[in-house]
């Protein structure tokens, strides 16, 4: 789990990815399972073991597909193996797959230049993807991980690690070997794919002619099987030698000749193993230099957040200024983020999700947010590129926020104290030096009923019931159990003296 693509990930922010990546061992070992076992055990040990990947979402789904898929295909049974893992992947993904149907999202292609790989080692694009590593952004890349000696250290644990992957799968030949290595190639072939030009239209192509393609966008993601094809082939490094150094016990020759000898080499090989990738990838240790830590809302925040739990209504809140990105330091150290404020508020927030990224010719790209109210909200306010405040005119702004079924303002950022009285219809609630919350006085507001749909809780049902299901059926502890009988307890067994 000591890897350049757990670093980048855990900095990036993507908890929930790294969930899905994190049970992409037990998918694969479900899958090689499901092509012996009868069909629905097969599906039942597939389904508890994407769990995982139905927390974390579409893209740790896409992940385990890819991993275990080719598996899938390459083993016995592949047919029905694929239809198993086809089955299991869509009843995890109901939460998410049905709501997307009917959101009327898009998704910009725009987003194959700004989220393709980059090089964040000396070794180029496709070496940094080699090492796991290459994520779009630079703010994420561990601290000194470009570094030529710490870089150079990393290829040869990953030079090694494939060789321990290859002498495995020809030694032991694993169910597994084939499919893995299958994925991993795939993996690496999609992430370097944002990385060329040939490559970017073609996946251009492809978010045009469907959006949900849309996930191949951040191509370092897919270097996920790789991650792992390496970790495995660290373990077989690791085997290897201690088997060595047992051999040469056992004959009673070579560097180690008794048991003593042989302990301490194999204390000394487990160290090396244990401590190599921190020594070689020091920049995540102690939350990547401090880099994750948790962060308390400033009190005002939290008045504001608590002032608009208070409020009985269903509106939504406006996030102000209009840009997705804030320049912060109550964190502990400046730093720019995503808006906090976005995740601040139990409802629905109409913000700026736009998103610009720097390319590596010093120019910028800005991939356009899926999100239709905040497209008409940048419409009818004329937000100021330079502010992000709306230049819309003062006296329509109730009426508009209306129409938007906006209930709330909230600006992170100081205002001035005739900030409200310049807006008739809005009323401030909390004022602070960088938030200010606006209520909007309007009996007449467009709220739209956002509830969740039938058919959206029919699909939430029927993964919750898919996996309550899996666990009884593969006899998980997780199930519920059905009591043993009772043995008599004065029955005893007689023992011959």
């Not at 910009?108 to 590593?133: K, Q, Y």
């Not at 710490?150 to 321990?164: E, I, N």
């Not at 990224?357 to 497209?375: I, L, Q």
């Not at 019931?465 to 502890?477: D, F």
Request: proline residues 7%.
């Amino acid at each position: 789990m000591w890897n350049p693509f757990v670093a980048e990930r855990l900095l990036l922010g993507q908890w929930a990815v790294l969930l899905g990546y994190a049970g992409l061992p037990w998918v694969l070992a479900a899958v090689v399972r499901a092509s012996t076992e009868p069909a629905s055990r097969g599906l039942a040990g597939t389904l508890r073991a994407l769990i995982p990947a139905a927390v974390g979402g579409f893209s740790s789904v896409a992940l385990s597909a890819l991993t275990a898929g080719p598996q899938a295909l390459l083993g016995p049974r592949r047919w029905r193996t694929a239809g198993t893992l086809v089955a299991a992947l869509v009843l995890v993904s109901l939460p998410w797959l049905v709501p997307s149907l009917t959101s009327g999202a898009t998704t910009d292609p725009a987003g194959v230049e700004a989220f393709a790989a980059r090089a964040d080692t000396p070794f180029g694009v496709l070496g940094s993807l080699l090492l796991s590593g290459g994520v779009w952004n630079a703010g994420a890349v561990p601290p000194g991980y470009g570094e030529p000696v710490a870089a150079a250290a990393r290829a040869l644990l990953v030079a090694v690690s494939l060789a321990g992957w290859v002498w495995w799968a020809r030694r032991h030949r694993p169910a597994m070997a084939a499919g893995l290595s299958v994925a991993a190639v795939a993996g690496t072939t999609i992430a370097l794919a944002g990385a060329t030009g040939p490559g970017r239209e073609v996946l251009t192509a492809l978010i045009g002619w469907w959006p949900g393609f849309g996930l191949l966008r951040d191509g370092q993601l897919y270097v996920a099987p790789l991650a792992l094809l390496q970790a495995l082939g660290s373990g077989a490094v690791l085997v290897w030698l201690l088997r060595g150094f047992s051999e040469d016990a056992r004959r009673g020759s070579g560097p180690s000749r008794n048991v003593s000898e042989v302990g301490l080499v194999r204390t000394m090989v487990a160290v090396f193993v244990a401590l190599g990738p921190v020594v070689v990838l020091p920049g995540l240790a102690w939350g990547a230099g401090g880099g994750l830590v948790p962060v308390d809302y400033p009190r005002e925040w939290t008045r504001a957040q608590e002032a608009v739990a208070a409020d009985p209504g269903s509106g939504a809140v406006l996030v102000l200024p209009w840009s997705a990105y804030r320049g912060v330091e109550w964190s502990g150290r400046p730093v720019v983020v995503l808006d906090p404020a976005t995740r601040l508020f139990d409802r629905r927030t109409v913000w700026n999700d736009d998103l610009r990224v720097g390319t590596p010719d010093g120019g910028t790209v800005v991939v356009a947010g899926e999100d239709a109210r905040a497209r008409e909200a940048a419409r009818l306010l004329e937000p100021d590129p330079r502010t992000g405040m709306p230049t819309a005119d003062p006296g329509e702004w109730a009426e508009i926020l209306s129409s938007l079924g906006v209930s709330h303002v909230a600006v992170s950022a100081p205002v001035d104290n005739r900030f409200s009285s310049d807006f008739p219809g809005l009323e401030m609630v909390v004022q602070g030096d960088d938030m200010t919350l606006l209520e909007v006085r309007d009996q007449h507001m467009n709220v739209d009923k956002e509830g969740i749909s039938g058919l959206e809780v029919t699909g939430g049902l029927v993964t919750v019931g898919a996996i309550i299901w899996s666990m009884a059926r593969s006899g998980s502890s997780l199930g519920f159990q059905r009591p043993q009988p009772r043995t008599d307890r004065g029955a005893r067994k007689e023992i011959p003296k």
